[in-house]
């Protein structure tokens, strides 16, 4: 039977999924927009999959996660391999494009600069703080300004003249654009102008002082903006390549480690199979309060048992109540005293 390996990414604005086969040829693909539920959106990803795929014909040989979202997804889904961005990103880039030196990377809410040498993460850099040149910052400007996200970068090209616009943070990137427009610039001026801006807003929080070589890669969501393209290669004087998966090359990434380490272990893939596709999920969260971190403890339920939980930074919760019915009650966190009775429960443990 073949086998598939699945990759997921979960992010702020997008929730990817893939499937790749033995010879990393992508045989499923889906971008989709993070609504704020990412576990109905994982469910609804899985069943268009059996919906597409020949389920009888496969057999999932492995699960990966990636994203800020990856902890929790992975535990419901049984994952085998759970990495970072950077990884997954720079995997996926020097399998295409294995003369990759620099990769840009933005998505909806951070962006990232990877450098490669040899076809390994050597350095990287996140920018998770300025919301400035993000994909969501874009989409919220291409909607006051009354054009469809997908025609924005196009018109940065369309222009003749130049228009300076104030790009390292968005309420004065915003404030200049409404500034320009009513000094009478058009609008494909101001958006080749905030292109520039955002991109210098790049190189300035992120490449700094770093040497960029090797070949130039975009990715993410953002890079499907020829604009933002163009400007990334009026500033570096060289040519910036778009994958052509760019919008999932954090999810291909990850479903080739997942593959990777799935083989070298030997071992079955720990996935949960597809059945959580027909659970209801309920997602609780509590305060612990037995010590000064009161971490926010987020318990996911399915079938009256706790499947997940993350946020505790010491990891007893984690250990504690998987599967523990009893433990859930005691920690649903509705009053203080129900908290400090599962605390307790835990001491004495």
């Known amino acids: 039977m073949k086998k598939l390996y699945l990759g997921v990414d979960i992010g702020s604005v997008s929730i990817n999924l893939v499937a790749i086969d033995e010879e990393n040829e992508l045989a499923f693909k889906l971008y989709t927009r993070n609504s704020g539920n990412p576990i109905e959106l994982l469910k609804e990803g899985l069943t268009?999959?059996?919906?597409?795929?020949?389920?009888?014909?496969?057999?999932?040989?492995?699960?990966?996660?990636?994203?800020?979202?990856?902890?929790?997804?992975?535990?419901?889904l049984g994952a085998d391999t759970v990495k970072n961005e950077i990884t997954a990103h720079a995997r996926a880039s020097t399998y295409y494009h294995p003369e990759a030196g620099t990769i840009f990377e933005i998505g909806g809410q951070d962006s990232k600069l990877i450098i490669v040498e040899a076809g390994i993460a050597v350095d990287f850099a996140m920018n998770t703080v300025c919301a400035a040149g993000t994909g969501s910052f874009l989409d919220h400007q291409a909607?006051?300004?009354?054009?469809?996200?997908?025609?924005?970068?196009?018109?940065?090209?369309e222009v003749d003249r130049d228009v300076r616009i104030a790009g390292r943070c968005t309420v004065f990137a915003e404030s200049d654009m409404i500034s320009k427009q009513q000094y009478g610039f058009t609008k494909p001026e101001i958006i080749n102008g905030l292109s520039e801006a955002l991109v210098r807003n790049y190189m300035n929080n992120l490449v700094r002082n770093r040497v960029l070589e090797g070949e130039y890669i975009f990715q993410g969501g953002v890079a499907a903006n020829i604009g933002i393209k163009a400007a990334f290669e009026e500033e570096i004087g060289a040519e910036v390549i778009v994958p052509k998966h760019h919008d999932v090359m954090g999810a291909i990434g990850i479903a080739m480690l997942a593959k990777r380490d799935v083989k070298r272990s030997g071992q079955e893939s720990s996935f949960r199979g597809f059945d959580l596709t027909e659970q209801e999920f309920e997602t609780t969260s509590f305060e612990c309060e037995d010590c000064a971190n009161n971490c926010e403890v987020i318990k996911v339920i399915a079938?009256?048992?706790?499947?997940?939980?993350?946020?505790?930074?010491?990891?007893?919760?984690?250990?504690?109540?998987?599967?523990?019915?009893?433990?859930?009650a005691n920690a649903e966190g509705s009053s203080e005293k129900e908290e400090k009775t599962g605390n307790e429960r835990i001491r004495r443990a």
């Open 143 to 157: 909607e006051r300004l009354g054009i469809p996200i997908e025609e924005f970068g196009g018109l940065a090209l």
């Open 48 to 76: 268009k999959f059996k919906e597409e795929i020949e389920i009888d014909d496969y057999k999932i040989g492995g699960v990966g996660v990636t994203g800020s979202g990856r902890e929790l997804i992975a535990y419901i």
């Open 303 to 328: 079938d009256q048992k706790v499947i997940a939980v993350t946020g505790d930074r010491c990891g007893k919760w984690a250990a504690s109540l998987i599967g523990d019915t009893a433990a859930v």
